[in-house]
């Protein structure tokens, strides 16, 4: 049993918790996720590390079936029956130069670490958020505390500039500014704008997949991608991928799996 | 054997076979024959005394022959199932010149289910002497958990590492209800821990802590029994549609993560309604029963060679064809195409003869030259094998593999490149069914106290 420290919501429909899990606490390390399970119901879930204390995981999640919203009723005092991990390659966080950290939407709080830890091996990083609107902009404060030059927009303008992601980072690359790194973490669809942009360009992006997984282990293969000529696992060889190789069609195919199984499931249960 | 009938039992995951009644079982310990150089259990890879047991039934000592059982064999709920007995004590016994061997596992089966049903159950043996000396397991599969009881007996302090949420590894992910209750590998790992055998679920090693942690925490022995747990692919097209599934991802949603019970628990499946499962191991089988079960209508095996070269067990293939499943033999499945959301709608194969004998000294099978044709399917299952699980190897480079990446090991003591670390099961080549992993596990047993024996 893990004890939830605290579980608050921070934007509509996310929501931010706080877990004892000194074992997977010790060894992770930014870019690494792990799997939780409720109860003896629950499914295994995957999810990213978002800050990582002593003795205790952050975990930022978004409500898109039963378990995310059943999640969301545990109060902190309560416990999750299973958490496993750290799983996955953590970020290789070199000094390489200019990285530009890209989030959106619920890979904002991804992003965090990722960027903390590019920031800490002396790079200079740029970041760049994005969401639909104000209310669902998370982590902005804790990204703006890593010091960093930052950019926020939202698809309807009602914070930041109006617009996407992709257009700040256009405007960075036309004007001249040299970028060594991309990491991008969001939506399928915000990864592969980004790809799509940077590649003409020829800048190293690196995308941080978020698919579905069952042990989290390399042993399912549910999280199988097209990466290249090659098919990976997301769990074991990354998850973390050159940009410009993924299969995004498939990824995106993949996360359509089993909308009829959990829209059947929310609607019996009246979510 | 009584069984569930066909129609009834694909219509539910219950327990296929029902196992012997007190009557039957007393008849069949009758005919024994208590030879004095006992065939079958030279022929047991745990070596149970088998006439031993079967006389103890025999004379309804019910209680005593789950004690000589247990002597050796830690599961014998799980064995008394899923054994191969016909390869093995039951292949050996010499009533097979009659066409009448003894049904020695549905005896062992008898005696643990009548020690399981008839609680508390006999009490647990004390070790002779409580070593203060602690061991690592890694994974609490059939090798895992076999080696781990041993050592608890000897007196050794265990401790198994696993990382899914529960122990018992491919008995709890990968055979399914219908042939394993898992209300009977729970019990048999409660029966370890009453032996004094630590379970730490939730625990990677490779991830959580690395090996030379585990040595350094204390640890003056490791038995890796990590397991086959990556599945292998065919490299076709198309194998990345929706609804292509690795039989490890099939059976771990439905026997780990009970998604045969969905809505009630939260774990999907997706099954169409005309599924075929390439291979023809019991994996196979397996996965074919499963889809089956979930509500698919047409189940098809598609297997490159004969029903002769299947790897899977007759009894397991006759189950398959009882419940209405289609064998379509000398057939190769070449691509899989799907429909504009990514779905699978059809597959592409080729027929097949057989050949001159390969390397395994089955004939290879070869592609008849223009026979292609198109299966009309919405579901395809890939069980043509799995190779060992990468994590505790790719993090433990140190440990010597074979090209098949399978832990190298002296199959005298299971002992590996690294001084005190052994290694058993699907990790390691040949322990390819649950009965093998555990006689390795055993093995391993007496190699590491032997080993730290001599380190004293």
């Keep these: ?104 939407g619920v890979g904002i709080a991804e992003l965090y670490p990722v960027a903390k830890a590019y920031k800490n091996a002396g790079n200079n990083v740029i970041i760049i958020i994005g969401a639909r609107n104000k209310e669902l902009l998370i982590f902005k404060k804790e990204l703006e505390f890593l ?60 995308v941080s997949l978020n698919t579905v997984l069952v042990d989290g282990t390399g042993m399912c293969g549910s999280c199988r991608i097209q990466v290249g000529t090659e098919t990976k696992f997301a769990c074991v060889d990354g998850p973390e991928f050159d940009g410009h190789l993924v299969n995004y069609k498939e990824l995106k195919a993949r996360q359509s799996l089993f909308k009829e199984q959990e829209n059947h499931a929310c609607k019996i249960r009246g979510i | 054997m009584n069984k569930q009938s066909p129609t009834e039992r694909i219509k539910n995951f219950k327990e296929v076979a029902f196992g012997l009644s007190e009557e039957e079982a007393l008849k069949e310990a009758s005919r024994c024959l208590f030879c004095k150089k006992a065939k079958c259990s030279m022929n047991c890879p745990v070596e149970i005394d088998i006439p031993a047991f079967i006389n ?93 009881g041993d050592l608890a007996r000897m007196g050794y302090q265990v401790t198994v590492f696993e990382a899914l949420h529960i122990a018992g590894g491919v008995l709890m992910y990968g055979i399914p209800e219908f042939r394993l209750p898992k209300e009977i590998v729970k019990k048999e790992v409660e029966y370890l821990a009453s032996l004094g055998v630590k379970i730490k679920t939730n625990f990677i090693v490779g991830k959580t802590s690395l090996l030379k942690d585990i040595f350094e925490q204390g640890y003056k022995a490791v038995f890796a029994g990590t397991g086959a747990g990556l599945p292998s692919f065919m490299n076709i097209p198309g194998e990345n549609l929706n609804r292509v599934y690795s039989s ?11 998604a045969y019970l969905f809505p009630e628990y939260d774990t999907p499946i997706n099954v169409g309604k005309k599924v075929a499962v390439i291979g023809g191991g019991n994996t196979a089988m397996d996965s074919a029963r499963v889809s089956l079960r979930l509500g698919a209508e047409k189940v098809y095996i598609v297997y490159r060679r004969t029903e002769n070269e299947m790897p899977a067990r007759k009894e397991e293939r006759e189950n398959a064809k009882e419940e209405g499943i289609e064998f379509h033999i ?28 390969d390397d395994s000294g089955r004939r290879r099978p070869v592609a008849i030259k223009g026979s292609e044709f198109t299966m009309d399917v919405d579901t395809v299952i890939i069980a043509v094998g799995q190779s060992p699980n990468p994590v505790f190897l790719k993090a433990t480079p140190e440990l010597k593999l074979d090209k098949w990446d399978k ?9 590996t490149n690294i001084k005190g670390v052994y290694a058993g099961g699907d990790a390691t080549e040949g322990d390819d069914t649950v009965i093998a992993a555990m006689g390795a596990g055993k093995r391993a047993a007496k190699a590491m106290h032997k080993y730290l024996e001599n380190e004293k």
Excluded at chain 1, 73 to 98: F, N, Q
Aim: glycine letters at 10%; one cysteine or more; charged letters at 25%.
């Design chain 1, 1 to 104: 049993m893990f004890k939830i420290y605290s579980n608050e919501k921070i934007a509509d429909g996310i929501f931010k918790m706080i877990l004892e899990a000194p074992l997977v606490s010790a060894r992770a390390r930014a870019g690494q996720f792990m799997m939780i399970r409720i109860d003896e119901q629950g499914e295994r879930i995957p999810l990213t590390i978002a800050d990582i204390s002593d003795k205790t995981i952050t975990i930022v999640y978004q409500v898109a079936g039963v378990t995310t919203h059943r999640l969301t009723e545990k109060k902190s005092g309560e416990y999750v029956s299973d958490v496993v991990g750290p799983l996955g390659h953590a970020t290789d966080t070199d000094k390489i130069g200019t990285v530009c950290c890209v989030g959106g």
């Design chain 1, 147 to 206: 010091g960093a030059e930052m950019f926020v927009v939202t698809d309807d303008g009602s914070f930041g500039e109006k617009g996407f992601v992709t257009n700040v980072l256009k405007k960075l690359i036309d004007t001249g500014r040299i970028i060594n790194l991309v990491y991008a973490v969001g939506p399928g669809v915000m990864m592969e704008a980004v790809s799509n942009l940077t590649k003409p360009y020829g800048v190293k992006t690196l």
């Design chain 2, 56 to 148: 103890a039934l025999k004379k309804k000592e019910f209680d005593r022959a789950i004690k000589v059982i247990k002597e050796k064999n830690n599961l014998p709920g799980v064995c008394g199932r899923v054994c191969p007995q016909e390869n093995q004590c039951e292949g050996a016994c010499v009533l097979n010149a009659k066409k009448a061997p003894i049904n020695i596992g549905g005896l062992e089966r008898f005696a643990a289910d009548y020690e399981l049903k008839s609680k508390p159950s006999a009490p647990s043996p004390k070790p002779l002497t409580a070593k203060q000396i602690k061991i690592a397991i890694i994974g609490s599969g059939p090798a895992g958990l076999t080696c781990a």
């Design chain 2, 248 to 258: 490890n991802e099939l059976l771990t949603r439905v026997n780990l993560m009970k």
């Design chain 2, 330 to 357: 000398l057939t190769l499945p070449k691509k899989i195409s799907g429909d504009d959301k990514g779905f699978v709608n059809s597959m592409e194969c080729i027929k097949m003869e057989l050949g001159e004998p």
């Design chain 2, 407 to 415: 832990i190298i090991i002296d199959p005298a003591t299971q002992a």
